[in-house]
């Protein structure tokens, strides 16, 4: 499955900041005397290679490519990107650009969305 031509991108921080949280060290780190994952803790985590998180660093996540990973981690991806998700979400699905990303946006006319 792919995404439309043009996808927002998202920080790597978020995940790697919940990444590197005690609740993940288990899971990512292959030395736990090293003060960050590597891109090959990462792509372990999350089943992709230290070559995409490298280009993810550099770059951002795509909006999709978010979504598969935090659903891989088992998580929502707002519950790591936050604000930032919301944001990109509004922008990948053309809701109002200046609406308040946490209420209700107007789809066409007379249709309304919850989010």
Known sequence: MSGPDYQPRLPMKPLEDMLESSAYQAKT????NQNRVTNRDIGKAI????????RWRSNGIPFFTADIIAVHLGL?????????????????????AG??????????AGTEVQV
């Open 29 to 32: 780190r292959a030395d736990a």
């Open 76 to 96: 929502h991806p707002a519950y790591i990107w936050k604000r930032e998700y919301w944001e990109a979400y509004a922008d990948v699905y053309d809701l109002h």
């Open 47 to 54: 089943n992709r290679n230290p070559g995409s998180v490298q």
């Open 99 to 108: 609406a308040d990303v946490a209420g209700t946006h107007s789809l066409d």
